[in-house]
């Protein structure tokens, strides 16, 4: 059995190969039918080549339930929409002028089939009409005829030409827009046969980004219409946006099919926003739609900036809430003029085109009558002899011709690649294979009457140049786009600029301002806010010592240590040198102190000198007295030294001045206290003590002591020697010029050698102080000797904890302070005695003959 049913199979298989290589065989033609019904243009004539348009004659359709029972019934078309009426006029105008060029189509007659459409679906159905033909049924070879476009033009809209491209693009037939601007059109890949005489969303995108950069808005609020159109130019908007440092602080969409909700919360969310500029890429439905919902709230102050699909649109005067859109900012493509097109339109007349009912309804509809008074018995019949020569209207208006020129140079670019086809092929005539077509619009370069090049690049796009236009009101109260300047795209990225051709004025008095935050002066820097886009920021001032003398500065910058900030911070300045100078108070103070102690020290001298030969000066060793009279004027004179402006040889003067002098000064006061106690010794049976030190041996101890001082000054010259430093350190606004000791070492060894002598001299005159008569001066050495070291004992920690210009007041408080102890210690007393108590300077009182009751201090 089962072989049986093996051998059936393979004779039922071997019978069907017998019957398909028979149908391969068999000779005749084949047989075309068309599915459907066919659907006649609207406007139609004949030619060797024809090229198709879809336009929307009419906006808005009357709602159909289908049952999906039966085939679905087409939608009837509401509104007229005269502007695309003219778009289909413009083209057979474009047409008719071709067939009468001798010099373009010689020998061609160029046809036309014109589909009116208010929708997706009748494009669509347009489109493959137009591929179809209105034959039923025809015979050919390859299923190809001559009643085929080569080309379609139009639609106007982005959405229904993405989907009328897609279906389209399969049969290779060219599609030329003339408005649809979305950038996802330019996808070579999805769209292969697009092309359009209209510049990508992408150009107009990166231009009303530039054109918000241009004002300085860096905080907009961002609205797209709910389709392809909207979303790609948004992003793309966005994109080059944050490029150019703007920020976004909402995006949002609407469709004018949303439900009322969706508009109610996107004109809260603008009410509610604190930016100021709006960009919207929508069409005139959206813009009006929320053009009147903002109105009705009383939104107003908002700059916006719109594309061109609404920013010239006529319809925007007759629809509330308009005033809201006044001042408004856009881009849209150049206008121009097309010549004999206005009279071309104005001699229209339903006898041109008896087929088309929408001619009839046109012009039923622009002189209120009936052409067809049975059809419409409401309306008094046409008299025959209206004339659209007086009529002002949308369709007639040919002042600015912007998309009306797009189709125009849509025809002649068609022609072009046909005649450059036609000839390149030798004159063949009509060809069926549309590739050909495609293949030369992509070489098409032509320029048109007024100037202008036409040609596409590798994407089907053609150049981008817009013009920016500001809607005012015009005299009569419409709303016009006043041309403000060009943005050339076509021009290197280095030349793309904005060249505005005169002040704009918005519907304010002066351009508002939408920012985040405000710019950051010079002196103050930005700092993100937490969770915020970097548009939103505050501004820090700089720190003290760092600055900034830029706007919106990101960072402050530090200054070289010789400067410092100013009180804004935008500035470095140099620091304050800051010194211990004459003319200020402290200055002034201790020059005073210095000079009064030099005045009491030459009184004294003056004094002692007009005194020498009387006993109390005789027996204080007159000389060593002179001696260190004159000492403790250098002391008082070398304390001026160390006020002024530091120099190097200031900062060697000072120190070596001091330590010398000093040195002279307690060497004296040393060899006065040995002189008491020799002198006491010799008192004594068996002693000659004084002839060992004696008037020389005095003089050769003091010179000594003051010499070793002397070689360890020029020992720290030699080696480091002090010099002026400029202290940045202990301050960091100013700097502190003093005198660096070069080397510690060398002002220790100074200082240290005349604590030694100081100490010495103490030690001797503590033990020579309860030695008898009135002679004995040992106690008066004591006491300046503990004065002398208590102001150098508590100098040091005073010293080193002054700051700046103060170290050197204290150096110079302790030189003053040891030496006004020296001079009223040692010498004051016996001045009080020479000029008060003469009768106590005498021989006997000084022996100490004299008894206690009779001394007066």
Not at 10 to 17: A, D, G, P, S
Not at 387 to 411: A, C, G, I
Not at 573 to 586: D, H, V
Request: a positive charge.
């Amino acid at each position: 059995i089962f072989k049986l049913l093996y051998i059936l199979h393979c004779i039922i298989q071997i019978i069907k190969l017998l019957l398909f290589l028979a149908l391969l065989m068999e000779k005749g033609d084949s047989v075309c039918r068309l599915q459907g019904f066919s659907q006649p243009p609207e406007l139609f004539q004949d030619g060797h080549l024809l090229i198709g348009g879809i336009f929307s004659f009419r906006t808005g359709q009357d709602y159909v339930v289908n049952t999906f029972q039966t085939i679905p019934k087409v939608r009837k078309c509401k509104n007229f929409n005269f502007r695309e009426f003219k778009f289909a006029q413009a083209m057979i105008f474009a047409i008719n002028e071709i067939n009468r060029n001798p010099e373009m189509l010689s020998n061609v007659k160029l046809g036309y089939k014109i589909y009116g459409n208010c929708g997706t679906m009748d494009i669509l159905r347009a489109g493959l009409a137009l591929m179809s033909g209105l034959k039923e049924e025809f015979s050919d070879e390859n299923c190809t005829k001559s009643e085929t476009v080569q080309a379609i033009l139009g639609h106007s809209g982005s959405r229904p030409t993405i989907a009328f491209a897609r279906v389209v693009g399969r049969f290779q037939i060219p599609v030329i827009s003339h408005f649809a601007t979305c950038a996802c059109l330019s996808n070579r890949k999805e769209y292969p046969t697009f092309f359009r005489t209209i510049p990508s969303d992408y150009y107009q995108s990166r231009a009303l980004a530039k054109l918000v950069r241009h004002f300085g808005w860096t905080w907009v609020g961002a609205l797209a219409v709910d389709n392809e159109y909207g979303f790609n130019g948004i992003a793309a908007f966005i994109r080059t946006a944050q490029e150019y440092g703007v920020c976004v602080e909402y995006s949002e969409a609407l469709s004018s099919s949303d439900p009322p909700e969706t508009l109610q919360r996107i004109t809260q969310i603008i009410k509610l926003s604190t930016s100021k500029v709006i960009v919207a890429f929508m069409s005139h439905r959206e813009i009006k739609l929320l053009a009147a919902a903002l109105y009705k709230q009383n939104v107003t102050g908002l700059q916006w900036i719109g594309s061109d699909a609404w920013i010239t649109d006529p319809s925007l005067t007759d629809s509330e809430g308009h005033s809201i859109l006044v001042g408004s900012l856009g881009f849209t493509i150049t206008k121009a003029e097309i010549p004999r097109l206005g009279e071309y339109l104005r001699q229209l007349h339903p006898s041109q085109f008896p087929e088309s009912q929408f001619v009839r309804d046109f012009w039923e509809d622009v002189f209120d009558c009936s052409l067809n008074q049975t059809a419409n018995p409401q309306k008094q019949p046409c008299s025959g002899f209206e004339s659209l020569q007086n009529v002002e209207s949308k369709f007639t208006d040919v002042s600015e011709l912007r998309f009306t020129n797009n189709v125009y140079k849509s025809v002649y670019a068609v022609a072009h690649a046909l005649d450059n086809l036609i000839k390149c092929d030798g004159g063949k005539g009509a060809f069926p294979n549309r590739s050909c077509v495609l293949q030369y619009l992509h070489t098409v370069n032509f320029t048109t009457r007024e100037g202008e090049r036409v040609y596409f690049d590798e994407n089907g796009d053609s150049p981008a140049r817009y013009e920016l236009v500001n809607l005012q009101i015009a005299s009569r109260g419409t709303m016009e786009g006043k041309t403000l300047g060009i943005y050339d795209a076509s021009l290197p990225d280095s030349h793309q600029h904005i060249q505005l051709a005169y002040i704009i004025l918005m519907c304010v008095s002066k351009v508002p301002v939408s920012v985040c935050s405000e710019k950051c002066l010079p002196g103050t820097h930005k700092v993100l806010q937490k969770g915020k886009p970097v548009c939103c920021y505050d501004c820090i001032p700089c720190p003290a010592g760092e600055i900034t003398n830029l706007t919106d500065s990101i960072i402050c910058l530090k200054c070289p240590p010789e400067f410092w900030s100013n009180k804004r911070r935008d500035a470095c300045i140099p620091k304050a040198i800051e010194f211990l100078a004459y003319n200020e108070i402290l200055g002034t103070l201790l020059v005073l102190f210095s000079l009064l102690g030099v005045f009491l020290t030459l009184i004294t001298t003056l004094v002692f000198y007009c005194h020498r030969e009387t006993p109390l000066v005789r027996a204080n060793n007159s000389e060593l007295s002179f001696l260190l009279l004159f000492s403790l004027t250098l002391c008082f004179m070398c304390s001026l030294t160390f006020i002024g402006r530091p120099s190097e040889w200031s900062c060697m003067l000072r120190h070596t001045a001091f330590g010398i002098t000093f040195a002279l000064c307690i060497s004296c006061v040393l060899g006065k206290t040995i002189v008491v106690l020799m002198a006491f010794k010799a008192t004594l049976p068996g002693s000659n003590m004084m002839k060992w030190f004696g008037p020389a041996q005095q003089r050769l101890s003091v010179l000594a002591f003051s010499l070793v001082q002397v070689l360890i000054c020029i020992l720290w010259l030699t080696i480091t020697p002090p010099f002026p430093l400029m202290n940045m350190l202990l301050f960091k606004d100013r700097i502190i010029l003093e005198c660096d000791f070069g080397t510690a070492i060398g002002y220790c060894a100074v200082l240290g050698y005349i604590g030694l002598l100081a100490v010495l001299c103490f030690i001797i005159a503590f033990l020579a102080r309860k030695l008898p008569d009135n002679f004995n001066e040992a106690k008066f050495i004591t006491f300046s000797m503990l004065i002398f070291c208590a102001v150098w004992t508590a100098f040091i920690p005073a010293y080193v904890s002054s700051p700046g210009k103060f170290t050197v007041a204290v150096e110079i408080f302790a030189i003053l302070a040891s030496s006004y102890g020296l001079l009223f210690c040692i010498f004051l007393p016996k001045c009080f005695i020479i000029l008060f108590r003469p009768e106590q300077n005498t021989k006997k009182h000084i022996m100490g003959k004299t008894s206690n009751s009779d001394i007066h201090y």
